[in-house]
């Protein structure tokens, strides 16, 4: 093999990729990153009023106004505490348009440092929007764009979205925030499964209908409060279920990793409380004909962790007693929930509909086009079996 | 100076074997395969289709046995006739060629969409043409060594990849299991065939066995193993992102990895990771087929087959850049499959007929 | 310096001419003298033998020579009397005496040869022999009175072990033998002698085990040293360097290595050793890439540690090749494929870095490997000094200045670090070597550019080969019992045959 040939290949290919090279390289400081977005109703603000009142065109209808977050890059540097403590480490900027892509690119004119999605992690959207526009469409900007990734989650504000975006703890941001409270599922029932925008899209695309978590927020306090429902068919927002409407349908999937279960002594009207330790729901679908009907079996297992009831020492209600006052408890939640999807919403919400793909798969064809309204006259008949093993430190 | 370590093992060639086969398809199969079959039993359908290339390749292994050390260019014209052998080396050359090119093609479109946004295709993928042009200079030992320096990192890198992504699996996305009955899964099988293609490539690599009857074994591993990578990607991409939720997606397996992050871990994504491996297994499938087309021109013409490759590279360059769209490319990938499913289905078949019955009038003749 | 003896000498013409000695003192003298002449360290000592009026020279090199045997066994003999001492035995009284008596009865030094040409004999002088030149005599005796100026036997300095033997090859040969042979005993050690050079002639040894050893291998190994065609061979590299396979290939593709044991062990496997003169450096050939990252010491822990010490030295490599190119890639093309936090705090640390982070990268790794350079000639008490005023200077200031990102210093160091990790130095140089371009590959084309160097690397490696080996072996050859001892070291038990690539006469290793 020749030398010299070999070497000038290389040296020209060199030479050409040196010439024109690094049409991709952008230095990561010379970005901004942002991690969360929040979706409005279009409505401008206060800047980009005063832009237009000075020229800016804009031909927009203005349905839709995104809020950035973006990270601010002093905030992380390992400059001087004092300054870092009265900076906020992320600031929020918004524009309005109809197209989500122009809204990011409207960036482009208004920022030196071009912003890059590849790090979001949260969108918010705001249930008037959820409630006016499909949801594909809103988020089909955020399935084709290359930055964006598929895992990042999707919850909807029943206030303003823009909102939950904000908070007076100096230092902590708050899309963080927002993704951080996703993992308290093993403290609380209230927080449902993330749904990020991959899992969305399989929602999307099948038609079912489906919950998103809610968020409200108050002065920089933020709250994951019930959820909104989602319907299949239309992709929009129909309404919310609120914080025991959603117990209950976690109850009937049996998705909680832990929580709790509050009710009140029937006597002494005081509190107690069920820890979970172990949730189960075992649903059956069962095809008669045409009709349809589920048996769900709730098993759950936990322990006493508070009972206000030292004043009559000795006349404590026994475990069995407990327990039936929880199941009680349980029942109503569900009882609720059920009430709210068939008769209120006519929506399948709790994902019985995948029951009866897996199994009954012929009939789930016929029925799988209107399966919403199917569903709503469905009977769900439902046990609940909740056991107490243990006390905790305490002896009973 | 042929020396011992300049024959292909056995074991070498069912690499070369499952290198080739695993390239553009490990991104695409759960999108080709769901939209033909639409239930999560495509997993199925691909273990069947590596059934029918094992069966496929078998029927290459015996039409080289007759023709021990003689590549496919070699002995067609000996079976068929000067002319109709060069006819048929000739599609077998231009279909190598045009396999590469699609590769290559594929590669610029994904690399540019995942990792350098905004670079000219040229600059992706003459870099590439030169490295591989580089190896196969090397010839078939050097391709095959290659192939077993970077199976050992895909497999690892691949399977640890999609076993992270374990957290967003649900097994519900998966069942029923023949909830539709067995048609989907056959309309499925044509799809998951033609990511298995590579098979071919045992036409020419037969040749440079010491022991070619062992070329059977490495078939059957040669194509169980990416059935292996196949089942699992279809399974766990299924099992994440749901049968409707794969179908609208370009490229559904780095939607997979792209669908979770892991915090705590040193790298909280994963996709460069897939993208590594994945660009090294687009690299052994077109330095294989670039190299089994340059040997069919050098050995069809007589030139030198350094010679060959420097004019076959610059127009592997203009064949990958002419789909002008995804689409296109897409379109031209399914054409590739099926006329690849026509040629090495068929025409192995009909040589090896023909020439036992050459064979057997011979041997009239003769008593 | 280095010209033929006998030639050159102006004046004399007859001198010039004598190619052997004449026996006449006078003019044997006069000859030695002669030649003696550009040698000032050169000793003519005359003197009369054993109380007669022979007259007797003798002539050695006074550095090169064993001087107190040279007087105790050669000197104090030949002046001793030999009338009283030897008595009827008549064979000095005509006036002479004959070789054979001396060598016989007086003198108590073991080699010896007789010769008669000038060139010869002065050719051995100068490597240390006595010459004694007897009046009526044309021969002359060769006394070995060699006393070769080798340094004591150490523990190797490049290839340091904690468990292992001690013991490193010198600068002479004749011990280098010795050591090897030491290790075992063993009929089956072939030790075939060269001389290499053209002008100055060195003695170069190949050994192999005659019943392993491939034939061809040997066969190969001896035609290219056959070729050698070079005024010098300085040091075993320039061996290296004359025979390797590919010169444009940034790998070694002889192992050199400092160490008995290694070179012992790289025989049993069926590979061959070359040894030269005047150097503690050993080659094995043919090497393939594995080799690089082991160590005798794999082998002497157990098989677990020596499993886990070649992952991590393979994690090191890789760390040591591919991390900044990796950081630059990370940090300029592919912000989105690092962990947020992570991205967040290397955009708040890259704030005010006045470059890219390319130059930053190239600024510190030229800092570090000048910072390596300079510790390597320091003297040894300097040399932690300086390394502390480097460290903090490239470490602590940059920083602080703004110049560069305490990330990348972490990488930096990283880097340094595990390439003082590779046990070979030479493959470390190389590493260090690639990891530039892989900077460069990743600053044009990303992680993309990177994969492409990778593979472009990986290509070489396949198409490489040592001595008919291919270089990239056992990696490039999915084959169990090559494996066993390649990333991980199986139990010894389980190593039950040499490495299948060299082809070796007899393939079992055990069992």
Redesign the interface.
Known sequence: MG?YPNLKRVVVI?WL??LT??W??????D?S?Y?GIALDKGRETAEEQQLREQGATDESMDRVTATLQI?S??????GDQSAKANQKPFMNTAGTGDSVFEIFREFASRRDLPV?G??M?IVVISGGLARANRLDDLLDFFYRDN?I?PSCYVVVSRGEARKTLETKVPGSIPAFRLVGMMDNRNRTLEVIPAVSLSKLQGYLQSGTSFILQNVLSAQGEIKFSGAAVIKGKTKKLIGYLNEGELKGIVWLKGSGKGGLVKAYDRDSGRAMAYEIKSMKSTIKSRADGEKLSFDVNIESEGRLIELWNHANLFNRPSTKQLEAIFEQKVRLLIDQAIKKMQQQYRVDAADFGSHVRIEHPRLWQSVKKDWDSVFSQSPIHYKVQLKITEFGSLIN | ?K???DYL?P??VA?VIINTMLGAGILTLPRTTVNAAHTPDVWISIMLGGFIIILLGMVIVRLGLRYRGQTFYQYVSRITGRWIGAFLSAIVILYFMLVASYEVRALSEV?GLY??EG?PSW??IM??LW?GG??I??GA??LA??C?????ITGIIFFLTMFLSFGIFDIHNLRPVLGLGVTPVLKGIEPAILSFIGFETLLVLQAFMKTPEKAAKSVIVGTLIPTAFYVTTVVMVIGALTVDGVVTRTWPTMDLIRSF?L?GL????F??FL??IW??QI?STFTVTCYASALGIAQLTGRNLKSVINVLLPVIYVLSMAPHSLKELNKLGDVLGLTALCLFGLLPPLLLILSKWKAGKKDGIVS | MTRGYSGGAAGSDQLAKSEHFTGDMELDLRIVGQCCERHSDARIRELYIGHTDIRAAIVFIESLSDNSEIQNNIIRPLMSDFAERYEGDASYAEGTVSGSFLINKVLSVSEWAAQSRVQEVMSAVLSGSTALLIAGSKEVLVLGTVQGKARSLEEPVSEAVVRGARIGFTELLSDNIAILRQQGICDELSVERFLVGKRVKKELVIAYMEEIANP?LVEEIKRRIAGIDIDMVQESGYVEQLIEDNY?SPFPQLQSTERPDRVMAALMEGRVGILLDGTPFALIAPVTFSMLLQSPEDYAERWISGTLFRLLRLLAAINSLLIPALYISF?????????????????????G?PF??LVEALIMEVSIEILREAGLRLPKPIGPAMGIVGGLVIGEAAVQAGIVS?ILVIVVAVTAISSFAIPQYNAGITLRMLRFIAM?CA???????V??FF??L??????L?SF???Y??P?????ISDWKDFFIRAPIPFMKSRPK?L?TKNTKRKG
Do not use: W
């Open positions: 030398l060199l990729l040196l090279g690094c991709s390289s952008n230095e990561i400081e970005l990153v991690v990270i890059s002093k905030s992380s540097s390992s890059i590849h790090h992690k930055d990734r | 100076m020396d011992e370590n093992t074991v070498q690499v690399t990792l350098l670079t600059a992706i870099p590439f490295v580089y190896l200079r090397g030992g050097a060594r290659l077993e320096v970077i199976l050992p992050e915090s040193i790298f909280e994504r996709e460069s993208l590594v660009i090294m690299y | 061809q444009l940090i300029s093309f592919h912000p989105g494929l690092i962990p947020t936090k992570l991205a967040m705090s290397i955009l708040g640390t890259r704030e870095v890219s982070s305490p460069f600053a044009v084309l990303g992680l993309y550019g994969v492409l593979l472009l990986c290509s070489h490696m396949v198409k080969k008919g080996v291919p990239a072996s990696a490039s050859s999915i084959r690539l082809h």
